[in-house]
């Protein structure tokens, strides 16, 4: 009877495994990336550009991005989604570290009639919560009733122009990715409630911009991301990791900048070399493969980027956290699917040229989305 048991389970999962492989990372036959990239906006962004990119088609998808470092050492996190992949989803999510290290998280869902957002500006709003702003200024409100009793009101200023790696648009055919760093670097003031509780806060802020026409894993493996500042200097970098059936390349984003000029940009360009390092062991069980906490950067033009994922912000396995049902959450598990999300307090290291390096901080994520 065992014998013939684990021959239907064999069966069913030689089955299941294919179709999982296809639902989840889609057709194997699709145009790869291309080395030329879009390239007509210019370098001045405009206003409408942190507006509304997408129409609410099949498989879109769009969210607006928040960090805050603190002056009394807390962190904030917040972004506010929209997708259309299955269903058509509106959420936040809300991850707060307080100056102790006590975390809180938690992801609040929207009604479609109780969603709104501008094509003309950054004007979202979900419920009582709201992201608005013009690249100068910006108002960020995370309403406590929907949060168990934490929530914030921000003003977040920019002191850096708006960045993207040329049109900010990743595109392999007619599939795309696209990021706006609207607020490279920001100075944060507002209040903070905890439990009823009223602070005033200030500190340092960030603020990006990311919308899309495909499902990710249909364009990547996953992507290293970083924001972070030493002294006057502003450092943003990435590597986004192009699956295979789009060609397999790695692609670098170094940008860094101080209150007066650009000192580096540059994406996917020759003479930017990056390294992944510090494997992490026991943060979590992960099937596929393990991930990393340090990234480094060196440029041909004597730039050194390092980057160490310190304290972990926030740590989750993504079926479980959209609320994936069990039954789907093990068979992709069977089919070695096991997407993860990783976010750090981290230490930056910036070295110029001959420069002594300096030292600073930032916030470090890593997305894994095999």
């Not at 069990?326 to 750090?344: C, E, H, N, Q, V």
């Amino acid at each position: 009877m065992k014998k013939y048991l684990l021959i239907i389970v064999i069966s069913i999962f030689l089955a299941v495994f294919p179709s999982c492989t296809r639902l989840y990372f889609g057709p194997s036959n699709v145009q790869k990336f291309s080395t030329v990239q879009p390239d007509e906006l210019g370098q001045v962004v405009s206003v409408w550009e942190d507006g509304l990119r997408t129409s609410g088609k099949k498989n879109e998808f769009e969210w607006w991005y928040f960090d805050a470092k603190l002056d009394n050492g807390a962190i904030v996190v917040a972004y506010f989604w929209k997708v259309h992949f299955l269903l058509d989803q509106y959420f936040i999510g809300f991850n707060y570290r307080d100056p102790n290290g006590k975390d809180f998280f938690k992801m609040k869902y929207f009604r479609p009639k109780d969603v709104s957002f501008s094509k003309d500006s950054c004007d979202v709003q979900f419920g009582r919560n709201h992201f608005r702003g013009n690249l100068n200024t910006y108002t960020i409100r995370i309403d406590p009733e929907d949060f168990d009793g934490v929530g914030f009101e921000v003003n977040l200023s920019s002191n850096l122009k708006p960045y993207r790696p040329q049109d900010g648009i990743i595109k392999a055919g007619d599939d795309y990715f696209a990021w706006l760093a609207a607020v490279p670097n920001g100075t944060v003031d507002g209040k903070l409630l905890v439990d009823e509780k009223t602070t005033n806060i200030s500190g340092s802020g960030y603020h990006d911009h990311n919308w899309g026409n495909t499902p990710l894993q249909y364009l990547f493996d996953g992507w290293a991301w970083f924001r972070g500042e030493i002294d006057d200097k502003t450092v943003v970098a990435s590597v986004l990791y192009m699956a295979d059936k789009r060609g397999g390349y790695d692609i670098p984003i170094l940008y860094v900048a101080d209150s007066n000029e650009v000192l580096m940009n540059k994406f996917g360009e020759d003479g930017v070399f990056t390294k992944r390092s510090n494997i992490i062991n026991g943060l979590y069980n992960k099937t596929n493969e393990p991930l990393f906490r340090q990234l480094d950067f060196i440029t041909e033009n004597g730039f050194q980027v390092s980057i160490k994922g310190k304290d972990v912000l926030d740590n989750s396995a993504l079926f479980k956290r959209m609320g994936m049902p069990s039954p789907f959450r093990l068979l992709m598990s069977l089919a070695k699917i096991d997407p993860f999300y990783s976010r750090f307090d981290s230490d930056l290291t910036l070295k110029i040229n001959e420069e002594k390096p300096s030292e600073g901080f930032g916030v470090f994520e890593i997305m894994d989305l095999k």
